[in-house]
């Protein structure tokens, strides 16, 4: 079981960058695939891009494809979300969240999920 917590959330110029972080509990971190989902109000959440336990695949929602991007540093059990070109429509709590499977777009595989963090670009 991983326990996870967000960080780095606030308010951001459009255009401006943000970078999140999730900071995973226990020895076997580098086991997990991570993902980010974000929720805007009123919306579903949705996928923003995963990263494998290695680090060495990453997916991305085309919305936020070449605008933001996943990193994970094992020895920190940390996994980052850095979102440069913020726009208006990236405004949304923003979920780290774990499997042990491979990565996936759908949330419903994800059994660990931190508290969010909340996002607020302004135009």
């Known amino acids: 079981q991983v326990q996870l917590v967000e960080s780095g959330g606030g308010l951001a110029q459009a255009g401006g960058s943000l970078r999140l972080s999730c900071a995973g509990s226990?020895?076997?971190?580098?086991?997990?695939?991570m993902a980010w989902f974000r929720q805007a109000p009123g919306k579903a959440r949705e996928f923003v891009g995963n990263i494998n336990w290695s680090g060495a695949y990453t997916y991305y929602a085309d919305s936020v494809k070449g605008r933001h991007t996943i990193s994970r540093d094992n020895s920190k059990n940390t996994v980052y979300l850095q979102m440069n070109n913020l726009k208006p429509e990236d405004t949304a709590v923003y979920y780290c969240?774990?499997?042990?499977?491979?990565?996936?777009?759908?949330?419903?595989?994800?059994?660990?999920w931190g508290q969010g963090t909340q996002v607020t670009v302004s135009s």
């Open positions: 226990g020895r076997t971190f580098s086991q997990y695939a």
């Open positions: 969240a774990a499997s042990l499977g491979v990565p996936s777009t759908t949330e419903t595989t994800y059994p660990y």
